[in-house]
């Protein structure tokens, strides 16, 4: 069996690389590195999203795609589930995770806040990626209020 | 459980990214990229050298560590065991993975032995790093004959 921390061994070496390459970015650098990282989730969630297992080749309604990530998705990549998703109804999803495994190793304090978006960055582009071939449309932000919990916000974009 | 799979797309990710950084590098810069993914494998194998189970702390020879590499590590990462382990007995390995995983979805033909290389430093770094943590020091290096086979030499530095 595949060990479990190898996917985060190896995305961590992955953040350091690639600020390490730029290791003083100015906003500009900095911003290039996350949509890397972003792109890179993309690619990555849109194969596993080819590979995972469906129960139904189609699912019936948005809800069952978001659901599909919370719990498929979720423990293919970090061996968990999410914790609660929430909708507004309108497109609007947000899916929180108590204890984000990519952030656990991270020490907490207000002070490392601001090193969460290299963390989250290649995530948001999982999910993205993943209901791309579901053949969703959808922005995928996150955002950490206190460490190591985060939330996903997906934005489904009508066509 | 983990998608077998994952490590396999991330680390072609990784090699894509750091190819496309440098689109038409020099020898110079290839060989860049190449020290930069071994290095990366040298941290993951490092950390997995750490956590995976060990049957005894301390192995009694250096052939023990050899053999923990082929069926332990390979496991952990590939999800199968290496093919075959031969020795010199003096302190050179070669270990042979017969249909290597990240060789497997390169086209075959002789063609593409070229590229081969990129999707070999990565374990050769795993394989250094891993070893160093059981407190070997060593060099590896990869060579492909017909893919998706190849070979890891790992010679042994005394103290």
């Known amino acids: 069996m595949a060990d479990p921390a190898l996917f985060e061994f190896l995305h961590t070496e992955m953040v350091a690389e690639l600020w390490a390459q730029d290791p003083d970015p100015g906003p ?19 194969a596993l999203g080819e590979r995972l297992p469906r129960e139904t080749l189609a699912f019936r309604e948005e809800l069952d795609v978001l659901k599909f990530l919370c719990k498929d998705l979720w423990v293919a990549v970090f061996h968990k589930q999410m914790d609660s998703l929430r909708t507004n109804h309108q497109g609007t999803y947000v899916l929180q995770d108590n204890s984000f495994p990519l952030l656990v190793r991270m020490a907490s304090g207000l002070q490392y806040l601001e090193e969460a978006p290299k963390f989250l960055a290649f995530t948001c582009g999982l999910l993205r990626g993943t209901l791309s071939t579901l053949g969703v449309k ?3 932000t996150a955002s950490v209020a206190a460490l190591p919990a985060c939330k996903f916000q997906v934005v489904i974009q009508k066509p």
Chains 1, 2 share one sequence.
């Open 28 to 46: 500009g650098g900095q911003k290039t590195s996350l949509l890397v990282l972003e792109g890179m989730g993309f690619r990555v969630g849109q």
């Open 138 to 140: 959808s922005l995928v």
